[in-house]
């Protein structure tokens, strides 16, 4: 008799293992995660007053004593069930801090607020989407043309590459990236000090008249460089619910964006390997203005889910990979252009400087140097993640334990790490909950815009 392939057996072995119903609600309480992390363990919930117990609950009872909860990779290359929850919870948290709701109260949406975007400088021509650059019939100094002018779609490999790799500043690059959050810094600094001087009030005056809250995303361009979608909003002394001041317009932020943002200059480190290189934003930047009035071209929605779709994508974005290297030979074996292949190789060989040594750049190769968070806010600007995960688990709780408790109740847990991830064949079922899953939302959305319009159709005739 033929052997079973390793799949096949596993679907066997899966078949016949014991709890398998209760295994599945599991992973369909995921959302279907690519790779959940189990646990074991216990909860308790008392009576806060009389010490009752009200409810208890341990992973003895389960498939193999453990419990599946969602891994909360935000990254769709990884897990795409938790990257969309990931992506939902960003989209509230922006849209709370544009127009109120989960603690931020609802006048913040009266404050000057706009939509930025900050790119970085060019390290060299490379090749974009749309009309190319034209045919010139100078070539530079290593032979190479200067045009190109072909038509790239936004699918074309060429698109983000070099003309001339030889020309091109992977060191500049590299550098450029890992101090991206110190570019940003720099900028929300600069902010303060040029509302200060359209205002004329001093430097440290204005930090006591108003706050700049603000959230930004990290997104990779084509080239493999980052740059930053932000939103920015004016508030008063207190945070969001104070106002600015009267001077402190939509049109005031407007204009000290641009001027902020082209005075930064910070130096990266100086080396004997490159010498000095000057780090600065790039002349492409973009500012709109967020209003209240109706019409407007961005709604508040708009632009909460345009940063919460960056939130799910990273690095491969750029053709890069998403995983740590640990030697020279990982990364020359890699799937990727030349060009991700030459900034790898550029920030691994820039990591062994002692000059550079904080800015870890051996450890954030894969990332092309850049070691920021993708999604960063101020404190005052919304709620935060953690808030939002633990008004769903108290909603969660609330609605399958705690509904007809009207005491103070306290839950003591003990919780410890047993495993990650699926065997093959239970990423195959995990991977066919989740597509089920998400068949349901598309059709319930789908019924909800139906029923939304025909309302409306229906409050249209006479």
């Known amino acids: 008799m033929r052997a079973l392939p390793d799949i096949d057996r596993d679907l066997v072995r899966l078949g016949q293992q014991p709890g398998l119903n209760r295994w599945l609600d599991q992973i369909r309480a995921t959302g279907g995660c690519a790779a959940p992390i189990y646990l074991a363990g216990q909860s308790v919930t008392t009576d806060a ?9 341990s992973t003895d009872g389960e498939p193999g004593s453990r419990l599946a909860v969602r891994c909360r990779n935000r990254r769709a290359s990884r897990c795409q069930p938790c990257s969309r929850e990931h992506a939902g919870d960003t989209f ?3 849209r709370a801090g544009l127009v109120g709701g989960k603690g931020v109260p609802d006048e913040v949406r009266t404050h000057p607020r706009l939509f930025a975007t900050l790119t970085a400088p060019s390290f060299g021509s490379v ?9 010139r019939r100078r070539r530079c100094q290593h032979g190479s043309p200067q045009g190109c002018g072909r038509f790239h779609d936004g699918s074309d490999l060429a698109v983000g590459q070099p003309l001339c790799p030889d020309c091109y500043d992977y060191t500049a690059h590299i550098l450029w990236n890992a101090h991206g959050p110190a570019l940003w810094k720099a900028f929300r600094d600069n902010l303060y000090h040029h509302l200060a001087a359209r205002a004329g009030v001093g430097r440290s005056t204005v930090r006591k008249l108003l706050r700049v809250s603000a959230a930004k995303v990290t997104e ?15 508030d008063g002394p207190t945070g969001p619910d104070s106002s600015p001041p009267a001077w402190a317009t939509s049109s005031t932020l407007l204009g000290a964006v641009p001027s902020a943002a082209a005075a930064v200059s910070l130096t990266a480190p100086i080396s004997a390997a490159y010498g000095t290189i000057p780090l600065r934003f790039g002349t492409q930047l973009e500012a709109h203005e967020l209003t209240i009035h109706l019409g407007r071209r961005l709604t508040d929605e708009a632009v909460a889910a345009y940063i919460a779709k960056y939130t799910s994508k990273s690095v491969e974005s750029a053709g890069a990979v998403d995983h740590r290297i640990n030697s020279l030979a990982d990364f020359e074996t890699l799937p990727v252009t030349p060009h ?7 920030a691994w060989r820039l990591g062994s400087l002692p000059e550079l040594h904080q800015l870890r750049l051996r450890a954030w190769a894969h990332m092309l140097g850049y070691r920021g968070h993708c999604l960063t806010k101020t404190r005052a600007f919304s709620a935060t993640y953690t808030d939002l995960r633990a ?14 408790w009207d005491s103070e109740t306290v839950t003591e847990s003990t919780w410890r790490y047993v495993g ?38 229906r409050a249209e005739q006479p």
């Open 220 to 234: 990779y361009q084509k080239r493999g460089v980052v740059h930053f979608h932000a939103v920015i909003r004016l």
């Open 49 to 57: 007053t009389t010490g009752e117990v009200l409810h208890s609950y």
């Open 92 to 94: 509230h948290l922006v």
């Open 127 to 135: 090749h974009r989407a749309g009309a190319c650059h034209p045919v």
């Open 391 to 404: 008004a769903r688990a108290d909603h969660t709780r609330g609605q399958q334990l705690f509904a007809d």
């Open 420 to 457: 990650q991830g699926h065997t093959p064949a239970e990423q195959l079922i995990a991977a066919g909950i989740a597509e089920d899953l998400a068949v349901n939302r598309n059709v319930t959305r789908d019924e909800r815009r139906h029923d939304d319009h025909g309302s409306w159709h």
């Open 340 to 346: 991700v292949r030459a900034l790898i190789g550029t």
